[in-house]
Nanobody, 126 residues
Framework: QVQLVESGGGLVQAGDSLRLTCAGS????????MGWFRQAPGKEREFVAA????????KYADSVKGRFTISRDSNSNTVYLQMDNLEPEDTAVYYC???????????????????WGQGTQVTVSS
């Protein structure tokens, strides 16, 4: 079993940066693919970014390409989401997710992931 805890959310202005952290526990954490999703009020949960277990395969949603960077540190069982040039449209609850397998799925859907954190709120004011 894998437990995930997000942190780093907050209230920022448009153009600012934030770094979200996902701390994982469980002996299989270093061998699983990880992702970030977000859910805005009244909207469905959507994919943001994913990274394979070795960090070589990375995917981003088109809406965040060039602004967000996902990374992982297996030594500390941590996954990061660096968010730069934030926009009001980025306002959402951000969730860290892990899947039982080490590779990034073809479908970037929430049902491809097996473990979830509790979420952290990111609010971007204009």
């Amino acid at each position: 079993q894998v437990q995930l805890v997000e942190s780093g959310g907050g209230l920022v202005q448009a153009g600012d940066s934030l770094r979200l952290t996902c701390a994982g526990s469980g002996r299989t954490f270093t061998t699983i693919a990880m992702g970030w999703f977000r859910q805005a009020p009244g909207k469905e949960r959507e994919f943001v970014a994913a990274i394979g277990w070795r960090g070589y395969i990375i995917k981003y949603a088109d809406s965040v390409k060039g602004r967000f960077t996902i990374s992982r540190d297996s030594n500390s069982n941590t996954v990061y989401l660096q968010m730069d040039n934030l926009e009001p449209e980025d306002t959402a609850v951000y969730y860290c997710a892990g899947r039982r397998y080490g590779f990034v799925p073809q479908r970037q859907e929430s049902d491809e992931y097996d473990y979830w954190g509790q979420g952290t709120q990111v609010t971007v004011s204009s």
